[in-house]
């Protein structure tokens, strides 16, 4: 059995696509996972899976959720050995001693170094952005909401799902629980 981390994109978000994570775990079982737990309402879900692919089992978890509550979202799905990597991997990690200021950008494929030039060019004086493999760490001391670079991260990598660095932590441990099981 793999353990694999589901992130949904644009779920629960300005009251637009709404998914309680209950129905979500729900979803998740009838699938076929099992220990399924989620955290917070953005839509990350840990689970064991049977040896099937993570592109098949985004498939159904989104054909499930547009059955049941009529929308299709983005998941971007992971294992634990390259979340771990993830966490593993941030060069931007010594610089922020709060968690909620440092971001990972999920990409499906590795950064696009054009464009991530255009997201250099729009940064303040205090952001920094690296890429490393599929993953963009952002940080922003004053904040995603006031940060031009971060608006536009999510249009120049569509498909792409971000989540601050305390999440990612949060989700890695939570992998490593279910593996100890």
């Known amino acids: 059995m793999a353990i694999l981390i589901a992130l949904l994109r644009g779920i629960n978000v300005g009251g637009h696509n709404k998914l ?25 879900i840990v689970f064991r899976s049977p040896k099937a692919s993570a592109t098949s089992i985004a498939k159904k978890l989104r054909a499930a959720i ?30 922020s001693s709060d968690p909620s200021k440092l971001h990972v950008l999920f ?9 991530l030039k255009e997201i250099e060019a729009l940064l303040s004086n205090d952001e920094q952005v ?8 952002f940080h922003a001391p004053a904040g995603i909401g006031r940060s031009k670079a971060s608006e536009k991260l999510g249009r120049l990598f569509p498909g792409a799902t971000g989540r601050n660095w305390r999440t990612c932590l949060k989700l890695e441990e939570m992998a490593d629980a279910l593996a100890q099981l």
Do not use: C, E, W
């Open 130 to 137: 690296k890429a490393v493999q599929s993953a963009i760490y």
């Open 66 to 95: 547009h059955k049941d509550f009529g929308f299709k979202p983005g998941i971007l799905m992971l294992d634990h050995d390259m979340l771990g990597a993830v966490i593993k991997n941030n060069p931007l990690a010594v610089i």
């Open 20 to 44: 309680p994570m209950q129905a979500l775990r729900s979803i998740a079982q009838a699938q076929g996972a099992s220990n399924v737990s989620t955290y917070i309402q953005s839509g990350n």
């Open 107 to 115: 990409l499906t494929k590795p950064a696009d170094k054009k464009r």
